[in-house]
Every structure is written in C-alpha cells, then in structure tokens.
C-alpha cells in the first residue's frame, strides 16, 4: 500500500519560534495535499488543500500567513507553523492523494506531528 | 458542509463488554466509511458501506449503514484493550475526485484491561 511519512514525528519548540514539518508521498505522486489539525480528544480538522505548483486554500478561520504550505513537488509538501504560539500545539497530519495512488476507496494519511510549543 | 454527529463522544468500557457507536447525519451519502485512529498515528480505514442497511462484519466490528443512507452504527463485540483508539466516519470521496474527507465528531473509546 501507499505510504506517507512525515518529519519530525514530534516536536518541541519555543513561542515565538518557527516549526516545519515535513509530508512525503514515498510510492505515488502527490497532486494534491491536504493538512489536517487535531486537538487532544478532537476530530480531524481540514486546516488547507494543496495542488503542486499552485498557492493552497485555506479553510475559514486558518491564517495562510501563520501556517505556510509548499508544495514544490509531487512527493513533498511542507507546512510551517511560523512564530508559533501555545494555541498552535496540535497533531498535524497531512493527506496526499494523486496520480497513481491508491483506489479513491481508501485516503491515506501520514503518522502525523505532535507540536507541542512552550 | 455536510455535519457528522458521533455518539457517544467519549466511552470507557472493560475488556469483554459490548459497544455500540454512532454516527448521524442530515444529509443523505452515497456511501460512508469508518475509521480508527491510534494514539500519535493517523487515521486508518476499516471499513466502506454503500448500500442502505448494509451489514459489513470485520472480525468483532459489525458496521451498519441505515435505510435511508444518513446514519451508521458500529457494533464491537467482547472489546479488547486493542481496541482502544478514536473513530471516526466520513463520507466516502467520490471515485476520482479531489475533494477532501469531512470526518464526524468522533468517538474515544477505552478498553480497559
């Protein structure tokens, strides 16, 4: 099957410092990605949408200027979390899906980042 | 935006009881899935219904999609502590298309030893 890593796993930081985190489609290219948050005991929540070469779209309530995606390639997109804050500690997951993935049945999902800023 | 209820939110039951989840909506889906989420993982398909009223057996899980296609339920027989995760239903991504999964609420189910 598809896999889907993500750097770092977790990660500690700062207020006020910036984080990137990392999503890789290992064995099909991306075309589009989608960035999920997830607060403790939370559902999943649709945080942007990606598509290779172009700008992403943000869902309502998302600042584009704090939570900057890339999305360069078809087997790497990038979301940071720039000068973050305590409210910005999550679990974020990225979503790719794209030319050669799996059957549209099934949506896979990275293993996720644990954000946890101080 | 279509709106997924989950019930209950929260549920902690003993290794061996019975469970049953919910998941509600207004809207009417073609059809819908079911997934679990581990602690520090992502989410996991376990399941697709399509038809109404629909039974689906997955070892202990039985998973049921309504009559009328707008609710589904999850049926755990003698829960382990492996079952133990968050689940979530969402409507199935129609084939092809890029739109995103709007997952439910979800349910935290514990199992305890």
């Known amino acids: 099957g598809a896999v889907v890593s993500q750097h770092p796993s977790w990660v500690i930081c700062k207020s006020g410092t910036s984080v990137k985190i990392e999503c890789r489609s290992l064995?099909?290219?991306?075309?589009?990605m989608f960035w999920y948050r997830q607060f403790p005991k939370q559902s999943l929540m649709l945080m942007a949408t990606s598509n290779e070469g172009s700008k992403a779209t943000y869902e309502q309530g998302v600042e584009k200027d704090k939570f900057l995606i890339n999305h360069a390639s078809l087997t790497l997109s990038t979301l940071t979390v720039t000068s973050a804050h305590p409210e910005d500690s999550s679990f974020y997951i990225c979503s790719p899906i794209g030319a050669g993935a799996p059957p549209a049945e099934t949506q896979y999902f990275g293993p996720g980042t644990r954000l946890l800023v101080l | 935006t279509q709106l997924l209820e989950q019930s209950p939110q929260f549920l902690s039951i003993q290794e061996g009881e019975n469970l049953t989840v919910y998941c509600n909506s207004s809207s009417v889906f073609s059809s819908l899935q079911w997934y679990r989420q581990e602690p520090g993982e992502g989410p996991v398909l376990l399941v697709t219904?399509?038809?109404?009223?629909e039974v689906k057996k997955l070892k202990r899980l039985t998973f049921q999609f309504g009559d009328a296609r707008k609710d589904s339920s999850l049926h755990i027989t003698a829960a382990q502590p492996g079952d133990t995760g968050l689940y979530l239903c969402?409507?199935?991504?129609?084939?092809?298309?890029?739109?995103?999964?709007?997952f439910g609420s979800g349910t935290q189910l514990t199992v305890l030893p």
């Open positions: 219904v399509v038809t109404g009223g």
């Open positions: 064995d099909f290219q991306a075309t589009t």
């Open positions: 969402a409507p199935k991504k129609p084939s092809g298309s890029a739109r995103q999964l709007t």
